[in-house]
């Protein structure tokens, strides 16, 4: 059935851009109506949404996240990226792609509304 697998460097310096890959399986990111996501958890909080990408290409970002998120998707290749530039370590967290029925929004996430997740991937800014 349908897979997320995330993937890209793991440590990433002060200032750079995080880069990260979710490749999708069993399943086409064009499908209606599902929306593809990524989504962080820093050590000790709460699940963050960042972004996402519709089936449609439609593109949405957390709003205090905006200026540095870039969210694409390669049709052809079935996989969708995240950019996030600058970053800093408290952008220090395990990062997720998750597919859902529904656009995320800048609310409490709960891992319940989406139906498929990677398995997550630690990213490590160093200071």
């Known amino acids: 059935q349908v897979q997320l697998q995330e993937s890209g460097p793991g440590l990433v310096n002060s200032s750079q851009t995080l880069s990260l890959t979710c490749r999708v399986s069993g399943g086409s990111i064009t499908t209606k109506f599902y929306y593809w996501s990524w989504i962080r958890q820093p050590p000790g909080e709460g699940l963050e949404w960042i972004g996402t990408?519709?089936?449609?290409?439609?593109?949405n970002y957390r709003p205090s996240l905006m200026s540095r998120t870039s969210i694409s998707r390669d049709t052809s290749k079935n996989q969708f990226t995240l950019q996030l530039s600058s970053v800093t370590p408290e952008d220090t967290a395990v990062y997720y792609c998750?597919?859902?029925?529904?656009?995320?929004?800048?609310?409490?996430?709960?891992?319940?509304?989406?139906?498929?997740w990677g398995q997550g991937t630690q990213v490590t800014v160093s200071s």
């Open positions: 998750a597919r859902g029925t529904q656009p995320g929004r800048p609310g409490v996430l709960n891992r319940g509304e989406y139906g498929v």
């Open positions: 990408i519709a089936y449609s290409g439609r593109i």
